[in-house]
């Protein structure tokens, strides 16, 4: 058997083994999805009216919703992803990596099933919250199949390159609540980026920050391929940041995870 088949064989049991603990600890992934749904219900039915003023053009109710859908989607996968830097770091705290290093396993693979996994539940948790965002009435009737196809490759690209950071950030936590604290940017970012009003009604000196972090594309190139908005620079920015905390991360995990002890 090739090395290449071996890597595939050994990260296709991790990643069973890390959906499994998904489902028997269902807990964990069940509280950092209430946290976008709570937001979306909040945003939408107490403060849509007044949040729905300032994205002009005397938007309702069920335009702001359009709006902040795509924002709330993409806040869900970072939310996700701070699950996946608590598991890492359980994995190596409680032992069970030492065991692995004894074994012949593809030492990577350990890392690519935590990330397989977490994107996975990153796109079922992306359904689900859209299936919320559907049922209060988000609607993208002008979106052709390759618009929601790109949209789909823009939502994986992005849950890959966040899950990457989360792996790096639950090697270098020494236990699980570290590991939590160290990926709250993951949710905190959303907070201060264009998911809930334009950058333009930001205060000026905050603008540029808004604008260029990681969410802000990301979320703008979403609502121009499902609602039809102007993408301008965003779609290749959004790339550019996927691609980069990607490669970021993905080095980051593997330089650590290489020379932990643990």
Known sequence: ????SLAVRDSNTMLRRNLLHARRYPSLTLNLLLTPVMLLLLFVYIFG??????IGGGADRSEYIAYLVPGIVLMTIGSTTIGTAVSVSTDMSEGII???RTMAIHRSSV???HVVGSVLQAVASVVLVGAVAVA???RSTDATVLEWLAAFGLLVL???ALTWIAVGMGLISPNAEAASNNALPLIFLPLISSTFVPVDAMPGWFQPIAE???FTPAIETLRGLLLGTEIGHNGWLAVVWCVGLAVLGYVWSKS???????
């Open 212 to 214: 260029y972090q990681p």
């Open 136 to 138: 209060i009435g988000f």
């Open 49 to 54: 009216d007044v949040m729905s003023a300032g």
């Open 256 to 262: 650590v995870f290489n020379r932990d002890p643990k």
């Open 111 to 113: 890392l690519i099933g």
């Open 158 to 160: 992005f849950a890959t």
């Open 1 to 4: 058997m090739s090395a290449l």
């Open 98 to 100: 030492a065991r692995f």
